[in-house]
């Protein structure tokens, strides 16, 4: 009888150690994010990979962005990302749009210390603290009114989360976009059902194995998702490491 407990309590904290396991697993959204070491406190977060393509995406952004404070009206357009991460985006591009409101969103809580860590370090100011969006959402949930939105702004997050947070996207872009307002998409992304160069092959092969619900995503179905949601591709900027920026226009 003794022994049967003992194997079942082993057997127990094996089963807790593989759920754990997965959890983080779950938790582990592709990102490899690590503390700022430049003299920072803890809570400002780093991802390589941001810091490496911050730059080349405002370079397109500045194409497709208002910031001549001039011609803005009387309410600062508002600029939504999804899916934050660190933070590190939106405190990059907000200096150089100081009459844009930017809005940082997250559906991982454990992120909003370093992403609000980089809002409140904005010398121009224009950073709202991030909220919570799961973008499988309608945005109504969060307080969003439908065409209310002057920007929307995701980085690396379809190919790294189920289809849906896609479809989500795009429903959302859709609806609470101003007409004629733009989303912009930055990541890897295949054409004609083909990805290259043999990078990008092998990175969809290890997102499928750790999750075969991720995946690079085909522009063409893109295309067709934005068209059932009034939006239009009227741009493809090809950017460093075999990645693109697509510029989405709400009808
Ligand atoms: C690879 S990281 C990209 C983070 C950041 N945009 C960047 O480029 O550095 C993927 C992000 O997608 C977010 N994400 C995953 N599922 C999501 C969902 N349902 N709604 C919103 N964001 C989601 C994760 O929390 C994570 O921050």
Request: charged letters at 20%.
């Amino acid at each position: 009888m003794v022994k049967r407990l003992r194997m079942n309590s082993r057997l127990f904290i094996f089963v807790r150690l593989l759920i754990n396991r997965s959890m983080s697993k779950t938790n582990d959204v592709g990102c490899t994010i690590s503390q700022g070491n430049e003299g920072y406190t803890d809570e400002k977060l780093i991802s390589p990979s941001a810091t490496r393509n911050k730059d080349p995406i405002l370079q397109v952004l500045k194409r497709f962005i208002i910031s001549d404070t001039d011609q803005i009206d009387d309410e600062s357009p508002l600029f939504l990302e999804i899916s934050s991460g660190t933070g590190q985006h939106v405190s990059h591009f907000a200096p150089h749009f100081p009459g844009v409101k930017f809005q940082p969103s997250e559906v991982d809580k454990t992120l909003f210390k370093s992403i609000s860590y980089y809002a409140s370090s904005c010398s121009t100011n224009n950073i709202n603290q991030p909220i919570f969006i799961d973008i499988q959402n309608k945005l109504s949930y969060y307080g969003f009114e439908e065409g209310s939105v002057d920007y929307m702004f995701n980085a690396n997050m379809m190919h790294i989360s189920p289809y849906e947070c896609t479809i989500g996207l795009f429903e959302n872009a859709g609806v609470y976009l101003k007409p004629e307002a733009l989303m912009i998409t930055y990541g890897p992304y295949s054409k004609d059902g083909v990805i290259t160069p043999q990078s990008n092959i092998s990175f969809h092969a290890s997102l499928k194995s750790r999750n075969p619900m991720w995946g690079i995503r085909d522009i063409n179905d893109l295309v067709k998702l934005a068209e059932d949601n009034n939006l239009s591709l009227i741009d493809t900027v090809e950017m460093p490491a075999n990645n693109m920026t697509l510029i989405w226009k709400k009808d």
